[in-house]
């Protein structure tokens, strides 16, 4: 037997207005949601997102019952794909009979519990952004005609997050974005405004790497101010995988008193998952659903938790989920 293990990864779900207002989603959001995909021919449920295709499977399995979806990834042809015999090392290109015929790698989304809440795993060697099934699903739901677009926001360490949003300030933000990743068009006061006006003026395939550091006197309060805020921004919008900030705080002489520097995104709560599967066999669906929901179990043991929406939600949404009337699901 070959063991598998994989990370599962905990999110809210929130959707964000015209003036870019935070809002919860109702209780029943993903349950109508998978009710919705579970009727929508493939068109309706079908987008495409940074020229890569991409659709979606409602699945309401008996066991275990985990009803959730399952986005797939469409691998181009132009990928040259091959297949390889292990027996003989005879390569050839991994042809098939029907011309519509693609290999995809899914990603599954299981809602549990309030607020929205997802559980996300990937059996694939690279699992799909959580950013990226945040606009493909804006996309096929046709929020932007509701006037809103859709988000997963991690699950962090409340006393984490806490730290972030009580300090005085911080005096260093370090971020990486990867190349062909969108920059939130609002937002992030000096610290958003450097991240769009830099990648305004970047090479496509470059990846940038923003540093803000200041000097042993720590800067004015403003400045310290506005780098925290601009974390808030980079964890909240989760446009980055790779960011750190050293806070900093008044201790009751007045002085500043710099933290240690921490990886903001290290601080997501994850699960690290193990299941089974035959040597040279695929991986049944129950057995990742079955590994995904001991996730779930373990998350919900861990006390009480917030997601990110925490930091500024105001209210709830209500939108309909329903086909268009030309029958493209928008």
Do not use: C
Not at 137 to 143: A, H, K, P, S, Y
């Amino acid at each position: 037997m070959a063991t598998i293990q994989k990370t599962v990864r905990f999110y809210d779900t929130v959707l964000i207005d015209e003036k870019d207002v935070r809002k919860s989603v109702e209780p029943d959001f993903w349950s109508s949601v998978i009710d919705a995909f579970a009727t929508w021919d493939l068109k309706a449920r079908s987008g495409k997102v940074f020229e890569v295709d991409y659709f979606v499977r409602s699945v309401s399995p008996m066991r275990p019952a985990l009803p959730h979806l399952q986005i797939e990834r469409i691998r181009d042809l132009a990928e040259q794909l091959n297949r390889s015999n292990l027996a003989n090392g005879d390569v050839e290109p991994l042809d098939f009979d029907d011309p519509d015929d693609r290999v995809s790698e899914p990603t599954f989304v299981v809602p549990f519990g309030a607020h929205g809440r997802v559980a996300v795993m990937s059996p694939a060697v690279q699992g799909t952004r959580s950013e990226t099934i945040s606009r493909w699903l804006t996309l096929v739901l046709g929020l932007v005609a509701k006037g809103y677009s859709l988000e997963l926001v991690p699950v962090v360490d409340p006393d984490v997050l806490k730290k972030i949003m009580d300090a005085e300030g911080a005096v260093m933000l370090e971020v990486h974005v990867d190349a062909g990743v969108a920059v939130p068009a609002t937002g992030g006061g000096p610290v958003g405004d450097a991240f769009r006006n830099a990648q305004h003026q970047s090479l496509d395939e470059a990846r940038m790497v923003f540093r803000w550091s200041l000097d042993r006197s720590g800067g004015t309060k403003p400045v310290r101010d506005a780098l925290r805020k601009g974390a808030l921004w980079v964890v909240r919008n989760t446009f980055s995988s790779n960011a750190k900030v050293k806070l900093a705080d008044i201790d009751n002489e007045g002085r500043l008193v710099r933290d240690e520097a921490r990886s903001i995104f290290k601080d997501r709560i994850t699960k690290n998952v193990t299941f089974q599967t035959a040597a040279g066999q695929r991986a049944t669906d129950e057995a990742i659903l079955t590994a995904v929901g001991k996730a779930i179990t373990e998350f919900t043991r861990g006390g009480s938790t917030i997601g990110l929406q925490a930091a500024g939600t105001t209210g709830t949404a209500r939108i309909s989920i329903e086909r268009g009337k030309d029958g493209d699901g928008r």
